[in-house]
């Protein structure tokens, strides 16, 4: 492990700096602690047990990786935070805008 944790050390310290991930988790943090939360989505939660099925777990989840560009429109935040937005990507590095690229087509597939 010792080459592959030097390369992505070297790729970290070159690659262009952002700040959209602390600014992302610290806006989620701040719902929380608001009390903004809510329940997980029923589809969403573990059914990998006895009676889950019988209160209602994981019925109707949909497995992105099993559909067109492993993306299925399905709620996956509580019904209180359904439409916020965490991440808004800035143009810092070709990275960072595959990511804003990536969320762009997914914004787009979710108005279908």
Do not use: M
């Amino acid at each position: 492990a010792r080459i592959p944790l030097a390369e992505t050390v070297i790729d970290l310290c070159l690659s262009p700096k952002s700040n959209t991930a602390v600014i992302s988790i610290d806006a989620a943090l701040a719902d929380i602690r608001k009390g903004h939360a809510g329940f997980v989505p029923s589809h969403l939660q573990d059914s990998h047990y006895q009676g889950a099925k019988n209160l209602g777990r994981g019925i109707g989840y949909q497995y992105p990786h099993d559909f067109e560009n492993a993306w299925v429109k399905q709620q996956y935040l509580p019904d209180k935070l359904k439409h916020a937005r965490y991440y808004l990507p800035k143009a810092t590095g070709k990275y960072e805008q595959a990511l804003a690229f990536r969320l762009n087509q997914i914004n787009e597939w979710k108005k279908k």
